[in-house]
């Protein structure tokens, strides 16, 4: 099997189950969006305090409103950015540098970069690989109070070693899974800014992501191989379900995803997928039910991509 398992070792039979599969809850290592070089035990985060001279964050009837600040938001967003390195795969720490004094500069401008010399002092002898800045961060109110998050931070990331500058971002390139809630405006904004900021960990370091995968169920075979793999026998697992893949094809199909499973968790992508695809060459399409064939056909996909990830994650662990 391959030189690591990517898989996260605690993986729990869902409880509730259809009549032919049972769901298993999986945590899978996906890489970062943006590969980071050297070493990365730490990184510096830092709030440059730049601000629209009409970005209505800096008005009073916004704290009116909604009881929230920007540098509560940005506060948030670093929590995120913090509980999400702490619980990835490599645990990395953070600092914070200490906030400067707010600047404003003229709506349509967007602040330029620091320049190297100026990325090396903000990290200074921290001991950091990276410094993150967030150059500015707007909040307003439009059309009747309407609140408008849309594109509303601006993220760069630095060598901190050699002061270059490697990826400038718009916050809406980070996903967030709570949505607003109109009856608690100020709870959910924070947690947003909180999520965006765990996002940005997951941007700029390998995470583990929550997925699903199908264990067949249904005959004896099918039955038994899932039962060896609960008891912790997957090689008994394997043998029970190639018996299986020797019989009729919605039997052999099922039996075909259940041990492109055993491979995938073993970080075998390739031969998942090649798996998979020589089932369905050999039974034909035609003779595996449509629905069951729609998740093979996505399963191959997902494993492609998946050993695409492994490449990238050699580089990146």
Not at 104 to 132: C, K, M, W
Not at 212 to 240: D, F, H, I, M, S
Not at 289 to 313: H, K, M, T
Request: glycine letters at 6%; aromatic letters at 10%; charged letters at 25%.
């Amino acid at each position: 099997m391959k030189r690591r398992v990517i898989l996260a070792a605690g993986i729990l039979l869902a409880l509730t189950a259809c009549s032919t599969y049972r769901t298993l809850r999986v945590d899978i290592l996906e890489p970062a969006t943006l590969t980071l070089g050297g070493n990365e035990n730490k990184f510096v985060f830092a709030d440059r305090a730049i601000v629209h001279e009409g970005d209505t964050l800096s008005a009073p009837e916004l704290w009116a409103t909604l009881g929230v600040t920007r540098a509560e938001l940005v506060s948030r967003f670093f929590s995120g950015l913090q509980e999400g390195l702490r619980w990835g795969v490599r645990g990395t720490a953070i600092e914070r540098i200490p906030d400067p004094p707010v600047t404003y500069a003229p709506d349509s401008i967007v602040p330029s970069q620091i320049t190297r010399g100026e990325a090396l002092t903000l990290a200074g002898d921290r001991g950091a690989s990276h410094l993150f800045t967030v150059e500015y961060c707007k909040f307003r109110l439009v059309d009747h109070n309407r609140v408008e998050l849309e594109n509303n931070m601006l993220l760069r990331v630095y060598d901190a070693i050699t002061g270059e500058l490697l990826d400038t971002l718009v916050s809406d390139r980070l996903p967030v899974t709570t949505l607003l809630d109109a009856g608690d405006y100020r709870g959910t904004i924070r947690e947003y800014f909180y999520q965006k900021g765990w996002s940005f960990a997951e941007y700029v370091t390998p995470a583990w992501i929550p997925a699903e995968r199908r264990v067949y169920t249904g005959n004896k075979l099918l039955n038994l191989g899932l039962y060896l793999l609960e008891t912790n026998r997957p090689a008994q697992a394997w043998e029970a379900w190639s018996v299986a893949l020797e019989r009729g094809p919605f039997t052999a199909a099922r039996a075909a995803v259940n041990m492109a499973w055993l491979l995938e968790r073993e970080g075998e992508f390739e031969e998942a997928a090649t798996l998979l695809e020589e089932t369905i060459d050999r039974l034909g399409q035609r003779r595996i039910r449509a629905s069951l064939l729609r998740y093979i056909l996505q399963r191959i996909d997902d494993l492609g991509q998946r050993a695409w990830d492994d490449e990238v994650l050699e580089e990146q662990l």
